[in-house]
């Protein structure tokens, strides 16, 4: 996941967006576990989001696009989008994965010292991030009595995506000792022509890694097979809908939304976030959970190159998530706050290690 080049004895400059609800109160936890473990960075916040667009008209102003590209990396926390469509409105995740062409979103799901997470969990999900329906070409036809969406597949979205894929899954089984494995996911039986696209390229980019091994499941019996064995996976590559909603699915088998990290990565440049979204139901409690954003943040170290950091940052969490103190989601009762200050204090105890 090294997407930005390692830039000894300089300071990072990360761009930081929390965004709307919960978004407000994980981020800077994430931002004070990166200060903790040291990554030598100066933080820029910059402002996104459904409160940004009430109260300036954008909910991606200029100013922050601007500012991301002068920057090494960034951390997002979630944004709230109305279900109906409001003028103006568009979800800035979706257009800063486009712009900054985002193209591979990464969500390692991996199993939790929880009881109710599986056992044996170490899956990663490689999502398309730039097309497919999340073009958002959507048209109302016949008076509003049809609505019509464009799904767009090309050939090289999807073999740019594949090889992520392949790739990732190579280094995943150095790392582990192990092949990899690679789970093509489609769906084209029924629509032949967008999915079948998308299948005819990954396995074109299957050829080339034969010492990586390749099986090909539809979306329907994916989202089955990965509730009832899902430490039989590694990498899942889909396009970028399916890819949402086995992400989510995967989360609920390790112990939720409130664990799980994503990467949006370009050639160049990282992105990192929650899963999860704004959480509006529990948001202003000071009781999310801060570990997905923390998560998050571990992932940013590994795509500026500082593996050592993103380690002592999972081993802390791994050992909070174990010894608690714990959310409510995760069945405790600690506040945000409890849980970023045990998490600080583990990781100060692993720097004093190293
Ligand atoms: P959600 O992920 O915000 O929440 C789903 C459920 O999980 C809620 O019950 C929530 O309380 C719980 N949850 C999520 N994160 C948690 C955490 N860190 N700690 C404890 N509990 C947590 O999804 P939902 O409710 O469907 O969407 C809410 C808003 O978020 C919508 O406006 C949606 O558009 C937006 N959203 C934004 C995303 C982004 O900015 N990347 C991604 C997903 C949703
Ligand atoms: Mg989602």
Redesign the pocket.
Known sequence: MNVAVNKQNLLYKIGVIP?????QE?TPVAVDVLRAAGLPATYIELEA??DTFQATGSALPDATLAALTGCDGAI????????GSVPGYA???IALRKALDLYANLRPIRSAPLLQSRVGVDLLIVRENTECLYVKEERLEDDGRRAVATRVITADASTRIARKAFDLARARANARGRRGFVTIVHKANVLSVSDGLFRACALAVAEEYSDVAVEEQLVDSMAYRLILEPERYDVIVAPNLYGDILS?EAAALTG????VPSANAGDGFALV??????????AGQG???????VRAAALLCAALGQETMAAVIEEAVTHVLAHGPR???LGGNATTQAVAEAIIEQVNRLKMKD
Do not use: C, K
Request: aromatic letters at 4%; a negative charge.
């Open positions: 965004g709307d609800g919960i978004g994980v989001g459904w997002f926390g979630a944004v709230s989008s109305p279900s979800s800035p995740i989510d939720g939304l409130g664990l976030e929650p899963v999860h979204g704004s959480a509006p139901d529990i009781i999310a959970n801060p570990v997905a954003s959310t409510r989601d």
